[in-house]
């Protein structure tokens, strides 16, 4: 029997989000090869199994709104606009990396479509975001601001002081929590005191709302409608997805701390897997979601080829971007 719900939908602009959701993973995985061989040094975190808060959310921004995010950035990255291959040269170290090769993975950034930057410190980027809306607000700009922080960041004191400063000057902010269910390799149940972070932006007054974070569909509405009111005037509220990240903490971490079972059961309820379930309910053939996996594949293993052969920065540009406040041993203050 044919389910009408399904006649509402926007199919092209669903292909469209697993198009992203699948240059994602498709990034994330060419990335963990490339560690593997040695051409990406420090840690990588993939975000394997998150893709849908991603495109969910970044799909609904306009080029000019910014976007701060975690250690885990380069799914959020690329769903702003960030050009892949100018991501790959980035974590290669290499010339034409987005910052000249010099921030890696964990602080990558490209101003030009409005990403301020992932950071290596865990819920530094939410008051970051405050002061970035502040500024937003005080220019009268109809631009917005989007934090994405995972689970871990509610219990360090930035997200008390970045929130209550987002709500007492009523500046427009969307803050998002990417629970994933882990801090780095605890569960966030077993060191969070009460509700989490909802109830505690609640606490403070803001507007909140929990999605499916494995549900694109879901994450995409929840986004529209957020973003919508936000850049209306009604100032900063709190969106949490609870999704699940398939690998470990990072690329080389083996999980072990959690059951092979559960990682199982993830994979099969992933966002990818679940929006193609949709998709061939609505109609769209086989053949056409395998194009769209494929396709993506295809560009990013030719990026990361191309990364690999893209020659290393000269070794004068170490000096540039770099603020001299002079020797402190002569003039501390």
């Known amino acids: ?48 199994g998150q893709e849908a ?13 910014l976007l701060l995010s975690t250690h885990r950035g380069h799914g959020h990255t690329l769903a702003k606009g960030a050009e892949p291959l100018a991501m790959m040269r980035e974590l290669f170290g290499r010339e034409g990396g987005t910052c000249g090769g010099k921030g890696g993975s964990m602080h990558i950034a490209d101003f030009g479509v409005g990403m301020l930057g992932a950071n290596g410190v865990v819920g530094a980027n939410i008051p970051i ?75 403070l007054g803001l507007d909140t709302v929990e999605v499916d974070g494995n549900d694109v569909i879901a994450v995409d509405a929840a986004a529209r409608a957020a973003i919508d009111a936000i850049r209306g005037g009604a100032g900063p509220m709190l969106m949490t997805c609870r999704t699940y990240r398939i690998t470990g903490h990072t690329a080389v971490d083996p999980a072990s701390y959690r ?14 897997a679940r929006l193609e379930a949709v998709l061939r309910l609505a109609g769209e ?7 769209v996996q494929q396709t993506a594949a ?5 990026i990361a080829r191309t990364a690999r052969e893209t020659g290393w920065p000269d070794p004068a540009g170490a000096y540039t971007d770099v603020q001299d406040i002079g020797d402190p041993r002569e003039r501390a203050y």
């Not at 053939?285 to 194009?291: G, P």
């Not at 295809?298 to 030719?302: I, K, N, P, S, T």
């Open 1 to 48: 029997m044919h389910d009408t719900r399904l006649d509402n939908l926007d199919r092209a602009r669903l292909v469209d989000m697993l198009g992203v959701m699948h240059r994602i993973r498709a990034f994330e995985q060419e990335a963990i090869a490339a560690q593997k061989e040695g051409l990406v040094l420090g840690a990588i975190h993939p975000s394997i």
């Open 53 to 65: 808060v991603a495109a969910g959310i970044c799909g609904n921004l306009e080029t000019a709104d």
């Open 129 to 203: 975001a405050t002061g970035a809306a502040h500024a937003l607000k005080l220019q009268g700009s109809r631009q917005i601001v989007v934090c994405i922080f995972g689970d871990g960041a509610v219990n360090r004191g930035p997200f008390l002081e970045g929130l209550n400063w987002a709500r007492v000057f009523d500046l427009p902010v969307l803050f998002v929590c990417e629970d994933n269910g882990f801090s780095a390799t605890t569960r966030t149940r077993e060191m969070t005191g009460g509700d989490g972070a909802g109830a505690r932006a609640a606490s």
């Open 259 to 272: 059951p092979a079972q559960e990682v199982e059961d993830a994979r099969a309820t992933c966002p990818i």
């Open 285 to 291: 053939e086989d053949a056409r979601l395998h194009q």
């Open 298 to 302: 295809r560009e990013l293993a030719a």
